[in-house]
């Protein structure tokens, strides 16, 4: 907090505004209406410090947002087995990246089970908005031309709040302000099948 004191001036035109806040020691005002200009100039300094102060958390938040998004782990599992040819029932499916990804049931056609991916990802907008992406173009490098949704699960990590408040006085008025958020942090894990068209 910031304490301003303001001082008539020894000449008698105006006022001094003396803070140790302030860039350059005083400000001097000797309009006629000096000292409301002068709690008007403190009162849009805690305004400019106010919003610079948001406008860090908001940079620290999207910063953190975008470095959880590099938190991800996607790894393939190759399979092994004997019954790795299946013959699908049908399902329904969405195609991303020229990759189709089968999300209830299995394809109606013969296939063969190359291996499972599992993906570990911050759960917000970002890392969740790549993750399919992210699922086709693994299930691709390891010789995939299809992947089956098997399970997806989530779990509360933390809560993330910011929040600033703010009051002005001046004779017998107050004026007061705040604003507060509050995000939840998750975790999101998911396991696909990665498949081969065999016809």
């Excluded at 410090?49 to 910063?63: A, G, L, P, T």
């Excluded at 907008?125 to 699922?135: F, G, N």
């Amino acid at each position: 907090m910031d304490v301003y004191e303001v001082k008539p001036r020894s000449d008698k035109r105006g006022v001094d505004l003396i803070s140790d806040a302030l860039p350059f020691g005083r400000l001097r005002y000797g309009e006629p209406n000096a000292i409301s200009n002068a709690i008007g100039y403190d009162r849009r300094i805690d305004a400019t410090r106010m919003m610079k102060r948001m406008i860090y958390r908001i940079v620290f938040f999207v910063s953190l947002t975008f470095l959880c998004a590099s938190c991800t782990s996607t790894d393939f599992q190759s399979w092994e087995g004997r019954n790795s040819v299946v013959e699908g029932r049908g399902g329904t499916r969405k195609v991303i990246d020229g990759i189709d990804v089968w999300t209830h049931g299995d394809p109606p056609r013969r296939f063969k089970v190359l291996g499972i991916i599992e993906d570990e990802r911050p759960g917000g907008i970002v890392p969740m908005a790549q993750l399919k992406h992210d699922i086709v173009q693994k299930a691709r490098a390891n010789g995939g031309n299809a992947v089956i949704f098997v399970s997806s699960a989530s779990q509360l990590a933390g809560y993330y709040t910011a929040s600033s408040a703010s009051a002005y006085g001046y004779g017998n008025s107050a004026t007061a302000f705040g604003s507060s958020t509050t995000v939840p942090i998750t975790r999101r894990s998911s396991t696909y099948v990665v498949i081969r068209y065999l016809d």
